[in-house]
């Protein structure tokens, strides 16, 4: 009984315990646990305001004071990186609790300078801080903390500059007690570049073609220097290494071929003695280590999962057989022409996925690819951005792709190309344009973003060229007039050489058709003139003007597509033209011409020349002008006089082709390659007034040289020449008579005659150097020649030509380089070219027992504005 009373009596105890305990407890702390917070002050802010810390303060006035909640609140500040260091204070007020943030406000950075920054533009080291984050900029708080980032972000720009033993330091100096100066202490080093790769480990595959292989990472030569592969960057060594140089083992059946990890070493080696462009001192030597392994065969091959193509034909596309070398590279594009074939007719879900198995034993593999089809998908929407002044009809009407119909991936591309091939729009490339898929609607949007091109250009010209010679001229241009795709050109220039006053319109879809239709009104001078004719009769520095033509007329003209890329066109010309300022050394032989032709025999009588043109035009160019790739067949008769009217008839068959393509294997696909093949003929027909055979005028005939064919001659210098015995002429066409015989005047000339047929061929490698600046080699191939000396007629009793020949079909050659800059205003370059002539006619002629020699210059500088072709 005792003990059960005892444990009752210290039940009772522990129960009243907490009471007892509370009644004890401070006052002053229970004052405190059910306190309000008075007020929340913040102290030591200058630029940052009030308001914006308290945005991250939680806690309230006139709420209960929360210690927990005063702590978040306090770790919340040092987390805004706005300030420095801050403190937590509270204090006893009237009514409650004061609680106060004292911080201290992180500097400003006043200044970032960077010492020693030689190689690289400030603007270099700012983009490498955005693109690793750094948070450093001027006028920003100072956080010490990302200094050593900004450290790196300078040492990764040396490093991929070229320069990986540079240096970098920071430092820190306070201007004011609330601004610093950072100051980082660059020392570049020497430049280091690659200097040797080597291979360890191939036995089937040479060292030079596994260095070709490689297309981002070359030893340093003339040419990487100005390509910059010569720099050694690991993720780009290490990408080359793993797609571009495992492709010549994979290609050859070695499909389990690995590359090791390369040994990267930079050491003092020899320079090499071509002054420029010798070897950095320091150079990287990397060598490579190559597990080649067993090359494999093909066993069997089928194609599983084809539904909406023809299954025979896809495999048969492959072009496997079995018992073949395994050529992985040849697998991989055929899965991708595979893909394109889909997109043709809207599937653009295709996945084709390979199921291989290797026979180690046999050394064969069997292949089965797993094609899931997907989703076909139409047309909802073709949508242009860009195009401010452009209309969208504009756009569209070159789009063979359209809403609402199936999508079809190749007619996207025939349509961008087309959009290209207008001059309106800067390149348009695969980045530009987006083709966003709806599965759940099985539709797709096409976005295309295009870059207006200056629609319209005013613009004074002048200068020297070696066509105008000194000129001066006011044009206006629009391509894109009124954002309709109408063409308007006017030109009012004039030159010791040429004038030309010229107004154009082209309608490219005539009251919306497929029509183009256009007119042009001119009134033009040239001066033909020869710079190396005559050659031991004037000086070899002056330059002969034969005569001057002048034409004033209009041209009419229209073309409509028969396909894609091709057009047929016509133009019909009438314009008068005038023969003046004959030289005396060619006048015998001009005016005797232009008896025949014109009615009073003289030559200020006025030819009409009537010519309509029928033409056609395969174009598959990527851009009007400056192509990369694609195409150009142009085939044009021009026909001139007969049931037109005319004071002479002629027939001028004209062909000309061009091809353009990326150089893939050099520059991969940087540079490009343009080749261009020209013909023409000219063919009198019918008979003269007088009842003579009809001759091609000398105004007519064919003469090359000059910037635009073969560039390293001169303009017009590249003719057939010929003795002529004409009678003297005075200038109303009359004979002179010869008082001591009474009869007709003979002369006997040597000169340039033209030739009727001419044949140009011109191959030029384009290296795009900086901006609109462009580096191009050149070779130009060509002549012209007399091909039917009967068409050479001269009138009148005495008169013959016999043409030189050693002179007549002889083979120019002009090669070199030539640097172009493409001006802004008038979207032309201008062009310097440096030329040298291995091919030129060196003959020499007789006349009157004095031997003069006919030799063309070896060398020539030229500068000129417009493109080659």
Not at 12 to 21: A, K, M, N, S, T
Not at 337 to 358: C, F, H, M, N, W
Not at 664 to 673: A, V
């Amino acid at each position: 009984m005792e003990s059960w009373g005892v444990n009752i009596l210290t039940s009772r105890v522990i129960r009243l315990l907490p009471l007892v305990v509370l009644a004890f407890v401070s006052p002053a702390l229970l004052a405190q646990a059910e306190q309000t917070i008075e007020e929340i002050r913040v102290v030591g802010n200058r630029r940052i305001p009030e308001s914006t810390v308290l945005y991250y303060i939680q806690s309230q006035e006139n709420t209960v004071y929360r210690e927990d909640l005063i702590r978040r609140d306090y770790r919340n500040i040092l987390n805004t990186n706005f300030f420095e260091d801050a403190s937590l204070k509270t204090t006893q007020g009237e009514i409650g609790i004061i609680v106060i943030f004292e911080v201290q406000e992180r500097p400003l950075i006043r200044a970032i300078e960077y010492e020693g920054l030689s190689s690289f533009k400030e603007s270099d080291v700012l983009e490498g801080f955005r693109d690793m984050r750094v948070g450093l900029s001027v006028d920003s708080p100072f956080d010490p903390s990302r200094l050593p980032k900004a450290r790196r972000a300078i040492k990764v720009l040396l490093d991929q500059g070229g320069k990986p033993l540079g240096r970098v330091e920071v430092a820190t100096e306070r201007i004011t007690s609330s601004s610093i100066r950072i100051l980082f202490k660059i020392d570049e080093g020497p430049k280091v570049r690659i200097g040797h790769i080597g291979f360890e480990g191939n036995t089937l595959i040479s060292n030079d073609e596994l260095l070709d292989s490689l297309e981002l990472n070359k030893v340093r030569s003339p040419i990487t220097i100005f390509k910059g592969t010569d720099k050694y960057i690991e993720e780009k060594l290490e990408y080359d290494l793993q797609v571009n140089m495992l492709e010549a083992y994979r290609g050859r059946g070695y499909i389990f071929a690995k590359v090791g990890d390369p040994d990267v070493k930079i050491v003092e080696a020899p320079r090499g003695w071509l002054l420029g462009f010798r070897k950095t001192e320091q150079q990287y030597y990397i060598t490579i280590p190559i597990e080649e392994g067993e090359q494999y065969r093909y066993g069997s091959f089928e194609v599983e999962g084809i539904e909406n193509l023809n299954s025979d034909l896809v495999k048969a596309s492959y072009n496997i057989v079995s018992g073949d070398v395994v050529n992985y590279v040849a697998l991989k594009e055929a899965n991708e022409q595979l893909r394109t074939a889909y997109s043709t007719s809207g599937y653009l879900d295709v996945t084709v996925i390979p199921k291989v198995e290797p026979d180690q034993e046999n050394k064969t593999i069997d292949i089965t690819l797993q094609v899931e089809e997907g989703k076909q998908y139409l047309v909802h929407r073709i949508m242009f951005a860009g195009n401010t002044k452009t209309r969208d009809k504009v756009l569209r009407r070159e789009f063979f792709l359209e809403e609402q119909t199936r999508f079809n991936g190749s007619l996207l591309d025939v349509s961008i190309l087309r959009l290209n091939q207008l001059g309106f729009f800067d390149a348009i490339e695969e980045k530009d344009y987006e083709v966003i898929k709806r599965p759940d609607l099985g539709e797709v949007d096409v976005q295309i973003t295009v870059k207006e091109r200056t629609q319209q250009s005013i613009g004074l010209t002048g200068g020297v060229s070696g066509i105008s010679g000194s000129f001066f001229g006011i044009n206006y241009q629009s391509n894109n007039f009124r954002g309709l795709g109408q063409r308007i050109d006017v030109s009012l220039l004039t030159g010791t050489r040429t004038s030309n006053y010229m107004f154009s319109f082209t309608e490219p879809y005539f009251r919306d058709s497929k029509m183009t239709l256009g007119l042009s009104v001119f009134n033009q001078r040239y001066r033909f003139d020869t710079f190396t004719a005559f050659f031991g009769l004037v000086s070899p520095s002056e330059n002969v003007p034969l005569f001057t033509r002048t034409s004033t007329g209009f041209t009419l003209r229209t073309s409509y597509p028969v396909w894609r890329w091709s057009r047929v066109g016509m133009s019909y010309t009438l314009s008068n033209i005038g023969i003046s300022d004959i030289d005396p050394l060619f006048s015998d032989f001009a005016l005797n011409q232009l008896s025949g032709f014109s009615p009073g025999g003289g030559s200020n009588d006025e030819l009409i020349r009537s010519q309509i043109t029928p033409s056609f035009v395969y174009n598959t160019k990527n851009r009007l002008y400056g192509a990369t790739e694609g195409s150009q067949l142009n085939l044009q008769m021009p026909l001139s006089g007969g049931p037109l009217g005319g004071s002479f008839n002629i027939i001028r068959p004209i062909i000309g082709y061009q091809k353009f393509f990326p150089d893939r294997w050099l520059s991969g696909g940087r540079h490009s390659f343009a080749f261009r093949a020209q013909f023409s003929h000219i063919i009198p027909s019918g008979k003269l007034p007088g009842g003579e055979p009809m001759s091609v005028p000398f105004f007519e005939r064919i003469f090359l040289g000059g910037e635009f064919n073969l560039r390293g001659f001169d303009i017009r210098s590249v003719s057939p020449w010929a003795f002529t015995s004409t009678a003297q002429l005075d200038p109303s066409g009359r004979p002179i008579i010869d008082p001591r015989t009474g009869l007709p005047s003979i002369s006997v000339s040597l000169i340039p005659v033209g030739g009727d047929t001419s044949l140009l061929l011109t191959g030029e490698y384009r290296i795009p150097l900086l901006g609109p600046l462009f580096l191009t080699g050149f070779v130009d191939v060509g002549t012209s020649t007399v091909l039917k000396e009967d068409n050479l007629v001269l009138f009148g009793p005495g008169t013959f030509i016999d043409l030189v020949e050693g002179a007549n079909n002889v083979l120019r050659a002009s090669t070199g380089a030539e640097i172009s800059f493409l001006m802004p205003v008038i979207n032309q370059p201008f062009r310097v070219i440096f030329a040298y002539n291995p091919l030129i006619l060196d003959t020499e002629v007789v006349i009157g027992g004095v031997r003069i020699p006919l030799v063309e210059p070896r060398s020539n500088v030229k500068f000129t504005v417009g493109y080659s072709f």
